[in-house]
């Protein structure tokens, strides 16, 4: 299951006053046990649809903090759905199901507040970047090229899943389009950044993965010692900073003293 978004995260992508009424979105509700269900807004990872996603975790979020919706545990967002989780002793889906229809009905606030994000990366060290190389080879480019691509594309965070921290970041240039890896690695080093079909993440733990590794960011993408733990939300626009194998040591250390300036890296959209 994706994790949910924290309150702190949610205040991050806050929603702005345009507005787009989707009164005429289709959606289906698909059963998810008996204590949630779905809300699906398509059958394709899009802009759009992350964005109706995301409209309706927080409108359902701010319904919850004026006290409506009573009995609703929480609203976890994927690509192109919003599961609701409830409580049964408190409400069902029955009656859920028309209160939200509403809310899509009376149009939900679509400009979102979101948080410009730059994420420091290493391309240069072979170790870091084991599969350039090969991604250069794959899609006819040079490693140089691969970088520039990769430093060009305007990625946006659409969830959080698989391990805590884990963001799945979609807007890779098209050019960079590969399949995952035919063998998966047993072992990904922590904050390695990687690329897979049209989308780029960083492992925030060393973990098995099959993504192309290209990079490795200094950064943690997940501390507890933090307020917030996990540092990238859902809505955040990101892009990447080449740095040089001796600016990675130097925030390296930082990061691991607990001193680094994390909100240096990130500026109001």
């Not at 970088?147 to 060009?152: D, E, Q």
């Amino acid at each position: 299951m994706t994790p949910s978004v924290s309150e702190a995260q949610f205040r991050a992508i806050g929603i702005c006053s345009k507005t787009t009424i989707l009164a005429d979105v289709s959606v289906r509700y698909l059963s998810c046990g008996d204590t949630a269900f779905t809300v699906e807004f398509g059958n394709e990872i899009s802009p759009e649809i992350n964005g109706k996603v995301m409209a309706l975790h927080a409108e359902i979020g701010r319904a919850k903090a004026a006290g409506s919706l009573s009995g609703v545990v929480e609203t976890v967002p994927t690509m192109r759905s919003l599961m609701v989780s409830y409580d049964p002793l408190a409400t069902s889906r029955r009656q859920l199901e028309p209160e939200i229809e509403a809310l899509i009905a009376r149009g939900l606030p679509t400009g979102m507040a979101t948080r410009r994000v730059s994420i420091p990366c290493c391309y240069d060290d072979p170790d870091f970047a084991p599969d350039l190389a090969d991604v250069a080879k794959r899609t006819k480019k040079t490693t140089e090229q691969v970088i520039t691509s990769h430093l060009a594309s305007p990625f946006k965070v659409y969830v959080l899943g698989f391990m805590p921290g884990l963001a799945y970041i979609a807007g890779l240039d098209q050019a960079l389009y590969l399949p995952r890896r035919s063998q998966p690695r047993v072992r990904v080093p922590r904050s390695s950044v990687a690329i897979a079909m049209d989308m780029t993440t960083i492992y925030p733990f060393e973990s098995p993965g099959g993504w192309h590794l290209i990079g490795r960011t200094p950064l943690w993408m997940f501390d507890q010692r933090r307020e917030q733990p996990v540092f990238l939300a859902p809505g955040d626009s990101l892009s990447f900073q080449r740095i040089d194998r001796k600016s990675f040591d130097r925030i390296a250390r930082t990061v691991e003293a607990g001193t680094f300036d994390w909100a240096s890296l990130v500026q109001a959209a």
